[in-house]
């Protein structure tokens, strides 16, 4: 049971702003990706932390940027907000070839 | 590149009878893996099942199957005896430990199971 869990569940932002989502998991799995999900769309790779070191990215600008800390809990952060950002940002931890995933965050901007 | 195809927007079942949703992949790889992803309305992403590509023997987990076509890149669910809590967005995903573990899904299949 790697119990991950992500905060807020929800937020609403307005254009230009900065968000910051967060993700742990109960068994501190040292492999997290973030992936954004469009409305009717599948997720789609943000990119990925290994051990507090950035570890692939996918096709997504400067202004998505991530940490991970010690007990590999971890962070989205999104610059300068665009209304195109509004989606479910997922976390998923990496165990066993497969992942876990939280319950996500649905980001509005307004 | 990979890419990973679902073809199949929405689909809908009898409740107790099976149904087939589809999914193509495509990968200059080997060496991979093959997942199928329910997402109810609550959001949560769970794992159905999953398929090693180098296991000729499909995956079974209970009233979920799947047909794993390697040569063709096909990689189909089978939902048998369908419950109304199989109402879900089913996702077809790939993975390779190749490209640092990243996960590519399909755009998903909206399944409704009607009572």
């Known amino acids: 049971e790697t119990g991950v869990t992500q905060s807020p569940t929800h937020l609403i932002k307005t254009r230009g702003q900065q968000v910051t989502l967060r993700c742990s998991s109960q068994s501190g799995h040292n492999t997290v990706s973030w992936y954004q999900q469009a409305l009717g769309q599948g997720p789609q790779f943000i990119f990925q932390?290994?051990?507090?070191?950035?570890?692939g990215r996918g096709n997504f600008p400067p202004r998505f940027s991530g940490l991970q800390f010690p007990n590999y809990s971890s962070e989205l952060n999104v610059n300068a907000l665009e209304l195109d950002d509004s989606a479910l940002y997922l976390c998923?931890?990496?165990?066993?070839?497969?992942?876990?995933f939280g319950p996500g965050t649905r980001l509005t901007v307004l | 590149a990979q890419t990973v195809t679902q073809s199949q927007p929405e689909m809908s079942v009898q409740e107790a009878e099976t149904v087939t949703l589809s999914c193509t992949y495509d990968?200059?790889?080997?060496?991979?893996?093959l997942f199928w992803y329910k997402q109810p309305p609550s959001r949560q992403m769970i794992l159905v099942i999953r398929q090693e590509a180098y296991k000729q023997q499909n995956a079974t987990e209970n009233r979920f199957s799947v047909n794993f076509q390697k040569a063709a890149k096909s990689f189909s669910l089978k939902i048998s005896d369908s419950q109304l809590g199989d109402t879900a967005m089913y996702f077809c995903?790939?993975?390779?430990?190749?490209?640092?573990?990243?996960?590519?899904f399909g755009t998903g299949t909206s399944l409704t199971v009607i009572p």
């Open positions: 990968t200059s790889e080997n060496n991979y893996y």
């Open positions: 932390y290994y051990r507090e070191e950035e570890n």
């Open positions: 995903a790939f993975m390779t430990p190749n490209t640092g573990n990243q996960f590519y």
């Open positions: 998923a931890v990496h165990a066993y070839n497969e992942q876990f």
